[in-house]
């Protein structure tokens, strides 16, 4: 099972090059642009935009099928629930489904697609500590209501970087447990859930593990909670960040309005 999201790819492109500032608050724009996608031009054309977004950032489309791979239960359970929930005018081949089902659901598939795409673009081309000093920068008013900016946006970039390691585990658990003779995937529902307790038993395990290492690593390198540590570069926006920022905010504010 390979997992895209939470990964980051060194390069040069000019997507790795923008101000990683820049980058999260596209990113936080961008789906919210794609839940706004209501028509089919406006899902194509933003599909259009994310194609060529990928292609600035010298990505593999085939890499990021792979990394949207495992989400492809959430998009069919989401259109598959929009089809047989939604009142309407019912389709004559498909018991208990309205066509107005069928279209939300596949438009709400697309969009929950698109939201996926542009987060797994940001942790792509964006590393782990250019984003936390991204949100760090967002987050800054809320120091003076002594919230715990620095610490907040650590959780957040160490929740997104165990993404993919937990999906690596689970798939290396698995393929073990199949080794040794676990079925897994034939039975009923209550067989397959009782057949899961040999995946996540295992699994807890190196979760909690990891998050001792990760402990023992963070102390040995004299991170404390609250102490003001120096940076090896400041974050500082450039002429062609600027330029970026406002192009892609009116390419998705006419994607909007159309």
């Given at each position: 099972m390979r997992m895209t999201l939470g990964q980051y790819i060194p390069?040069?492109?000019?997507?790795?090059?923008?101000?990683?500032?820049?980058?999260?608050?596209?990113?936080?724009?961008?789906?919210?642009?794609a839940f706004r996608m209501d028509t089919p031009l406006g899902l194509a054309l933003?599909?259009?935009?994310?194609?060529?977004?990928?292609?600035?950032?010298?990505?593999?489309?085939?890499r990021l099928v792979k990394g949207?791979?495992?989400?492809?239960?959430?998009?069919?359970?989401t259109a598959v629930l929009h089809v047989f929930m939604t009142p309407g005018q019912p389709v004559p081949w498909l018991p208990h489904a309205t066509w107005q089902g069928l279209q939300n659901g596949v438009q709400t598939g697309l969009q929950l697609m698109f939201a996926i795409w542009i987060s797994t673009l940001m942790t792509l081309t964006t590393s782990p500590l250019d984003m936390v000093w991204a949100m760090e920068w967002y987050m800054k008013p809320l120091k003076y209501l002594k919230v715990p900016v620095d610490e907040i946006a650590?959780?957040?970039?160490?929740?997104?970087?165990?993404?993919?390691?937990?999906?690596?585990?689970?798939?290396?658990?698995?393929?073990a447990q199949k080794a040794r003779g676990v079925d897994i995937e034939t039975g009923g529902v209550f067989k397959k859930m009782r057949s899961l307790v040999p995946v996540l038993v295992p699994l807890l395990h190196s979760v909690f593990r990891r998050a001792d290492d990760?402990?023992?690593?963070?102390?040995?390198?004299?991170?404390?909670?609250?102490?003001?540590?120096?940076?090896?570069?400041?974050?500082?926006?450039?002429?062609?960040?600027?330029?970026?920022?406002?192009?892609?905010?009116?390419?998705?504010?006419?994607?909007?309005?159309?």
């Open positions: 390069g040069d492109s000019p997507v790795h090059t923008l101000d990683p500032r820049v980058k999260l608050f596209l990113m936080g724009f961008g789906i919210g642009a933003f599909f259009a935009v994310c194609a060529v977004s990928t292609l600035a950032a010298g990505l593999s489309f085939r949207l791979s495992p989400f492809l239960w959430l998009f069919a359970m650590l959780l957040i970039m160490l929740a997104i970087r165990f993404i993919p390691l937990l999906f690596e585990e689970a798939d290396r658990i698995i393929k990760l402990a023992v690593a963070l102390t040995l390198r004299g991170y404390s909670p609250g102490i003001v540590r120096s940076r090896m570069k400041c974050l500082k926006a450039k002429k062609s960040d600027i330029v970026s920022l406002t192009g892609a905010i009116t390419v998705l504010i006419v994607l909007i309005l159309l």
